[in-house]
C-alpha cells in the first residue's frame, strides 16, 4: 500500500500542480519526506524519488506571455525572471511578506514607487517593475547573476557594504533557490572572501555550474564572468 501511495503522489507532483516544486525523498526509516531543498546530508542519507524539473510548476498564461514580452522589451533573461517571481511570490499577485513586501516580484513599497507603481497588488504593475529594476541590477552587476540575486534580496546597500554576496543565510538561500529554477547551481566558499572571482562551466553531464571554488579535478572551459 505504501509503494501504490508513494507511486500516486509522484504521478500527482508530475502533472505542475502548485506543489510541483516539491521533492521527494524517502529517508533512512522508510517515511516519505516532501520538501522544496535538498542538502548534501540528505542526499547521502535518503533515496530520491522524485525531483522535479527547472520549471515543473505550472505558469499562468497570463503571466507568462506577459513575462515573455517585458523580457523582450527589457532586453532580459526569461528564465530569470520566472525563477524570481516563482521564488518571491509563487504567482501569488496577493502574496505579502513577514517584511511587508507585496504581489508578484515582492516589491517593497520604496521600490515600487520608483517604477511608478502605486498599487502593490496590480500583477501587471507589479511585475513590469520587478522586470525593470531586476534589469537595472543585472546591468549594474555586468550581468553577475548571484550579485543580481543578492541585491534583489537584501539591497544593495547591502550588498555594497560587503563587497560582494552578503553573508546572510536567508540570501543565499535565496540565490541557490532562483538559480536552481534556472536549471543552475551556486557554491559559496566558507573561507573565501565576499568578493571574489565567480567562475561558470559545463559539467560532462551538461549541467551548467557557477562558483567561488573551483574543484581540482575540473575539466572543460571555464568562465570568468566577475
Known amino acids: 500500500m505504501k509503494h501504490e501511495t508513494t507511486v ?23 517515511h516519505i519526506v516532501l520538501t522544496n ?10 533515496s530520491l524519488l522524485f ?4 520549471f515543473s510548476t505550472v505558469i499562468p498564461a497570463l503571466y507568462k506571455e506577459k513575462i ?14 520566472i525563477a524570481v517571481a ?27 514607487r520608483q517604477y511608478g507603481v502605486f498599487n502593490r497588488y496590480n500583477a501587471g504593475d507589479n511585475l513590469e517593475a520587478g522586470v525593470k529594476h531586476l534589469k ?12 543580481t540575486l543578492a541585491a534583489y534580496n537584501a539591497g544593495e546597500d547591502t550588498v555594497s557594504k560587503y563587497n560582494g ?11 541557490r533557490r532562483v538559480m536552481s529554477l534556472m536549471g543552475m547551481s551556486y557554491t559559496f566558499s566558507a573561507s573565501a572572501p565576499a568578493r571574489m572571482k565567480i567562475y561558470k562551466y559545463t559539467t560532462a ?3 551548467t555550474i557557477i562558483t567561488d571554488t573551483l574543484p581540482a579535478d575540473i575539466s572543460g572551459a571555464i568562465e570568468i564572468i566577475n
Not at 515573455?68 to 525572471?81: G, N, R, S, Y
Open 86 to 112: 516563482k521564488a518571491e511570490s509563487s504567482f501569488n499577485p496577493f502574496a505579502v511578506s513577514r517584511k511587508g513586501a507585496v504581489g508578484l516580484m515582492q516589491l517593497m513599497r520604496d521600490t515600487a
Open 165 to 175: 554576496v552578503p553573508p546572510y543565510r536567508e540570501t543565499k538561500q535565496y540565490i
Open 136 to 147: 537595472y541590477l543585472y546591468q549594474k552587476y555586468k550581468q553577475n547573476i548571484p550579485l
Open 51 to 54: 525531483q522535479p524539473s527547472s
Open 68 to 81: 515573455q514580452a517585458l523580457t523582450q522589451k527589457h532586453d532580459l533573461p526569461e528564465d530569470l525572471v
Open 205 to 207: 553531464a551538461g549541467k
Open 8 to 30: 500516486l503522489l509522484i504521478a500527482w507532483l508530475s502533472t505542475g500542480s502548485l506543489f510541483a516544486g516539491l521533492i521527494v525523498r524517502q529517508d533512512k526509516n522508510g
Open 37 to 46: 531543498t535538498m542538502d548534501p546530508e540528505s542526499i547521502k542519507k535518503d
